[in-house]
């Protein structure tokens, strides 16, 4: 078995997590190794990106290659798999097998992320549109929020809690506009509501080495939180990121492109688009400072305060 080692975001989070993280580090190495036995696989080499699990390679003994996901602790992949499930490779990443007393599962190996493509900002934003539109599930049985827990509230109260706890990052303004905008998006058209991958970022959208059905656009996401929300919250986590090019002073006509094109490739209404961005953006920017990554979380931050300037 190769050497473990975490991404950076993941160590930050385990730490996080005190003698819990500890303790689920220890103990990572025999898990794996169960799940070895368990699956006749090999795990190889671990994986860049994510935040929340160890991401490894996997090798069954036919030669098949597969990837292997353990999440942290508090990291529930219950919903994550049921979206999978039912999306049956549309969209998304196909699942293997799921171990539910290891909060483990085994996925198809897709290729490089899309962020790793090469393609501008604009190409990356069409094919996250264009494979949202495949991967959206109708709601059917799955649980609507309650009230007062859905997206909007929960970012709203996040953003309360972590602001003062972190010793006002940013100022007061980019977080007054952040509230303002999840106050507005509680009470989205129920007829915009479906089952929404939920962190739909460029590099949760991987390539597909072959062509397949359900990845007509040449990716599909992994990593789905698989919750019930209007199409635009989508949307405006695919907007929420671009930090490097949102530096200038053409920042907010950048951003302001960007919505319009997403808008235009997936029929959703631009200023909810726009608003879940922003309010993304801010939450995001406090959440990731919440475990260590100050440097990332202000970045976030920086980029929206020009996107009000």
């Not at 171990?99 to 190996?109: G, I």
């Not at 989205?188 to 080495?209: F, I, M, S, W």
Request: net charge neutral; glycine share 10%; aromatic share 6%.
């Amino acid at each position: 078995m190769t050497a473990i080692r975490l991404q950076p975001l993941t160590r930050g989070k385990v730490a996080s997590l005190g003698d819990v993280g500890a303790r689920w580090l220890a103990e990572l190495p025999a898990v794996l190794a169960q799940l070895e036995r368990t699956w006749s696989i090999t795990v190889g080499r671990p994986l860049p990106g994510g935040s929340c699990s160890y991401v490894a390679r996997a090798t069954r003994r036919n030669g098949e290659h597969l990837v292997l996901k353990v999440a942290v602790p508090n990291d529930d992949l219950a919903a994550q798999v049921r979206t999978l499930e039912r999306a049956d490779g549309r969209g998304y990443v196909r699942l293997i097998s799921f171990d539910r007393a290891r909060n483990a599962v085994l996925l198809e190996s897709l290729g490089h992320p899309l962020e790793r493509s090469g393609a501008s900002p604009e190409q990356q934003l069409a094919t996250l549109a264009d494979t949202l539109r495949i991967a959206w599930r109708p709601v059917g049985d799955a649980p609507l929020p309650e009230p007062g827990q859905d997206k909007a509230s929960g970012l709203h109260t996040l953003i309360a809690q972590l602001w003062p706890q972190l010793g006002h990052p940013g100022s007061e303004r980019v977080v007054h506009q952040a509230l303002e905008y999840a106050d507005q998006l509680r009470t989205p058209d129920p007829e915009e509501l479906v089952v929404v991958h939920g962190d739909p970022h460029p590099g949760n959208a991987l390539a597909v080495p072959g062509r397949r059905p359900g990845a007509e656009t040449g990716y599909c996401f992994v990593d789905p939180d698989g919750f019930v929300a209007d199409r635009a919250y989508d949307l405006g986590v695919a907007l929420r990121d671009w930090v490097g090019r949102l530096g200038g002073d053409d920042a907010r006509a950048t951003a302001e492109r960007y919505a319009e094109l997403l808008a235009a490739r997936s029929g959703v209404d631009l200023t909810r688009i726009w608003q879940w961005g922003y309010l993304e953006r801010v939450s995001t920017g406090l959440y990731v400072m919440s475990f260590g990554g100050i440097e990332l979380g202000q970045g976030f931050l920086r980029s929206a305060q020009r996107l009000v300037d």
